[in-house]
């Protein structure tokens, strides 16, 4: 069964940054390349929301609350997907999730546990 894991929330002041790790496991690398890569998030109280993603050609496209401060990547040799985040701000406060989708089958779909992202003073 292929697995993500999460990694790199946590608790950080507004205006600071951090950086989202997912690491796929039990995919050969060549599937990998052919899957859609997303980050979504869900905050309390909220429906779960994409908010970047990083297709098999390279293009990236993301949410209009995250433009301009997330920047998604993907190493298809390492079978991860980044997420980088600058200027956080409150509202960004959400369990963030990596989802793997291919992008001709909509239910070849994964998901990994999550992480923790708080934005507090």
């Known amino acids: 069964q292929v697995q993500l894991a999460e990694s790199g929330g946590g608790l950080v002041q507004p205006g600071g940054s951090l950086r989202l790790s997912c690491a796929v496991s039990?995919?050969?690398?060549?599937?990998?390349?052919?899957?859609?890569t997303n980050w979504y998030r869900q905050a309390p109280g909220k429906e779960r929301e994409l908010i970047a993603r990083?297709?098999?050609?390279?293009?990236?496209n993301y949410a209009d609350s995250v433009k301009g401060r997330f920047t998604i990547s993907r190493d298809n040799s390492r079978k991860t997907v980044l997420l980088r985040m600058n200027s956080l701000k409150p509202e960004d406060t959400a369990v963030y999730y990596c989802?793997?989708?291919?992008?001709?089958?909509?239910?070849?779909?994964?998901w990994g546990p999550g992480t923790q992202v708080t934005v507090s003073s």
């Open positions: 990083a297709t098999t050609s390279g293009s990236t």
């Open positions: 989802n793997l989708n291919h992008p001709f089958v909509e239910s070849d779909d994964y």
């Open positions: 039990r995919m050969i690398t060549s599937t990998f390349s052919m899957y859609t």
